[in-house]
């Protein structure tokens, strides 16, 4: 027995309260015991790498290359990505990926290189395969974005899945990104970042890592190109980055490197390379288009964890409405459950939570619902019974069911790696709908089961069924989200077809977007709590995950207000717009703030409204190509350094450079401009980039910039939607794209081109028709022109 752990749990006892305390302390010895028992023994371990080169054996889109210890495969898609397995590991099969096997390139040739090497050229990029096993990512000019070093492996003597390490380097000049949802980005900066979807425990901040939602996808941005490289393997590992330095030491460059270090699984990967918005397009044909939300979830959402009653619910919806605030959508934490019991209803509390819906609803609030995949293991209770006569729940090596621990007692937890799992949980959101919610948010999925010590999940040992190839929770944990989010996203679009499904997870892995989106998780109410928002967000939507935000106002204490005010501008501008709090934290709502900051709150919400049709053309845009609503500086001028480094503005969309407030006291800030002509949505002063320029950010808001040309769909003051367009500089030309959809079906309604010119005192806006240049479909008000 460990000293430590003994002390853990004593005080556990006396902290938690005895009997949750006490059951905590017991599924801390479990756990410990379970794996004991289920894992194979850490023994004596045999170093291997691939050795030299033995052969080559072509095959569609490039083919496999033999070494005395292992074997390379590489293949090129006909998508522009490139794939290549060591020790025979195929793309398949991957929970990532949204089609088994991408068809190969049949243009893409294995062909012999110097010094014994091997090479497949292909349109984007080449691949050099060294005759001892590293493998080099070239653009099509010649000059290297990424040589991975021979992998090493270290095998149990014994057999059975065994660690390995893949050393890479890159130029000096490249920055990271991505890696899921990190705190401590959008740039990540030198050290070690772990892949294991986490729940800290608590409110976390920048130095808090890892988080819940965590993938093996990096985006490496440097002056040659962009690329992006997916490590298909769901075990736990980490990564460790370190920047390069151009003229180190002696005058040379210092290449940057990244170390991934895997505790089992297959050595894969996919790359691709080009702008980001041509990676991003090719990372979506391989894992698949993000889910669109209906119109009304790109609105404003309120949340908090201890609403309590209908009466409540009532009374913040009717605070909204006095105050002549817009809200969107309401979402119920798991105090409306009937002693925390998913897809149940306190009835005492919510005794007519359908009426309550269609009140909502009648006044264009939309219900939404916390759902945890925690089942209470009560016999009576329905779900349980139910998921029991399914053998739905993950069970231990010896075949006993994983009992775990929730807020409210011992819990069994289902197995979403199998599909017939898979169909009866999401069956089960029939209940949900029958109460009249509209959408659900999913938490607690890394997943949690509290332990007085240790790791704050399931064993590992406990096993899955991974679609019928077997494995146990090292192999399933980082995709028990994603697999949790398809069971409900499937079953919604059965028992609701007419209707796209509204879902966002606390965790997930790579390919999350095809279900739903994300939000932050716990954040921290403090300053640095705004800044993790906006990283988390822009590293998500990097990764493929184009919707997701935090918990405006932090999840626990009580901000200032200045602190909501500024989070409450910078929420405005992003995809999910939602306060959020505990059940312990102060109040969310703007009226509880003082009246400038309601006043100010209100011009938000109001502009945020009138920016919905731009948001539903982001929403779509994103489904198509890949790219996500926030964007980098960089985004489309990669090779500016200055704004490769520039972490505290964003774009949303092509049109819009928000530069939210991020510290106390602020009343003028700078923003880095990328090229072209920029101008003040407010006063509309024009300004000149690429450059630096220092703009007023009064307390009433945060500066937003246009940019000249752009189009932009926004909401009339009769709801229609008009389009605002911003006059391009003299002797250029804009342009912009619009998708009108005010509904929750599944119509792919079409993309509008539209171009723009100046032609003196006046400007020209034309939409692209099928017979050539048309008039504009809807009203145009045209602004800048005066500048």
Known sequence: MNGRDLVRSMKTVGSAGAAQGLLTVRAAWRRRRTDAAGLPARGAERARTPGPVLSMEPAPGGGVVRFTRSELRITVTAGGAVFWGWDGAGPGPSYALADAAPEPDPRALLEPDKDGAWRVVSERMTVVVSRHGAVEVLTPGGVSLRRDMP?????????????????????????????????????????????????????????????????????VVADAATHLVFHDNSWDGSVILREGEEGAGSGHDRAGASELRMDGGPLRCWVMVGTPARVLQTWASLTGAAALPPAWALGHHHARWGFGSEQEVRRIVGGYHEHGLPLDAVHLDIDHFDAHRVFTVDR????????????????????????????????????????????????TSAGEVVRGVARR?????????????????????????????AGFWHGMNEPVSLTAFGESTLPRSARHDLEGFGGDHREAHNVYALTMARAAYEGLCELAPQERPFLFSRSGWAGMQRYGGAWSGNVATGWPGVRASLSLVMGLG???????????????????????????????????????????????????????????????????????????????????????????????????????????????????????????????????????????????????????????????????????????PVRGDDGSVELEVWAPAPGRTGGGLVVTDSGNGWEEPEIERYVTRRQGKRVVVERDGDDGPDEPSVPVRVRGLET
């Open 151 to 219: 992998p090493r492996w270290w095998e149990p003597a014994g057999g059975g899945a065994g660690r390995w390490r893949q050393r890479s380097e890159v130029a000096a000049d490249a920055r990271f990104f991505g890696l899921g949802g990190r705190a401590s980005g959008p740039r990540l900066r030198d050290g070690t970042y772990r892949l294991w979807n986490t729940d800290p425990g608590h409110a976390f901040g920048p130095n808090d890592d890892p988080l819940y939602l965590t993938m093996p996808v990096q985006m």
């Open 348 to 395: 005492d509390r919510f005794a007519k939570l359908p009426v309550l819906a269609e009140e909502l609803r009648r006044d264009g609030v939309r219900l939404v619902s916390v759902v945890d995949p925690a089942v209470g293991a009560e016999p009576g209770n329905a779900v349980y019974d139910s998921g029991n006569a399914e053998d739905a729940f993950v069970r």
């Open 409 to 437: 007692g011992e819990v069994v937890h289902p197995d979403f790696t199998r599909a017939r799992t898979r169909r009866w949980w999401g069956g089960l959101y029939e209940e949900r709908l029958s109460q009249g919610f």
């Open 542 to 712: 990097l990764c493929g995950v184009p919707y997701s935000g935090p918990d405006v106002g932090g999840f626990d204490g009580s901000p200032s207000p200045e602190l909501y005010l500024r989070w409450f501008q910078l929420g405005a501008y992003l995809p999910l717009f939602r306060t959020h709090a505990s059940l312990r934290a102060g109040r969310r709502e703007p009226w509880e703030f003082g009246a400038e900051v309601l006043e100010h709150a209100r011009v938000a919400l109001v502009e945020r409204r009138r920016l919905l049709p731009y948001f539903m053309t982001l929403a779509h845009l994103a489904r198509r190509t890949g790219a996500p609503y926030v964007r980098p500086l960089w985004w489309g001028a990669p090779e500016d350094r200055a704004l490769r480094d520039c972490e505290d503005a964003f774009l949303l969309g092509d049109c819009l450079l928000v530069a939210p407030v991020l510290d106390p006291g602020t009343d003028r800030r700078a923003v880095q401009l990328p090229r072209g002509r920029w101008y003040d949505v407010l006063t509309e002063e024009a300004y000149d980039g690429p450059g630096r320029v220092v703009v007023d950010a009064p307390l009433s808001r945060i500066p937003v910039l246009v940019r000249a040309g752009a189009v932009l």
